[in-house]
């Protein structure tokens, strides 16, 4: 059974692709194997990119369109001038507190 926040978690998926047979910590995988997937992830790690999310906006929350997932970006620009416009200052600020709320 593997349990992270205990050890690692190491499995052959060849023999078991199911996982149910943890072997980190017994006589089927040795030190000179672990040391191997250490280096393996910090190869790994090097490379990664960081995330390419962007900035949450606020004008995307269903709840100023209906309740519904829309293309918003093709009508907002029909209800506001720009970000200076005290409408959508207003807008925003709801979405804020929306999201603290865990209502986005």
């Known amino acids: 059974m593997c349990r992270p926040l205990l050890a690692p978690c190491v499995f052959n998926l060849a023999d078991d692709p199911c996982e149910q047979r943890n072997l980190w910590g017994t006589q089927f995988l040795s030190e000179k194997d672990v040391l191997e997937l250490e280096d393996r992830l910090m190869h790994y790690r090097a490379q990664q990119k960081p995330p ?22 093709d009508q907002v620009d029909t ?6 416009d005290e409408a959508y200052t207003a807008f925003r600020e709801q979405g804020q507190r929306l999201a603290r709320w865990g209502r986005k």
């Open 79 to 84: 209800l506001f001038s720009g970000p200076d």
């Open 52 to 73: 390419g999310n962007l900035a949450t906006d606020y004008r995307s929350n269903p709840v100023f369109w209906n309740g519904t997932w829309t293309n918003w970006e």
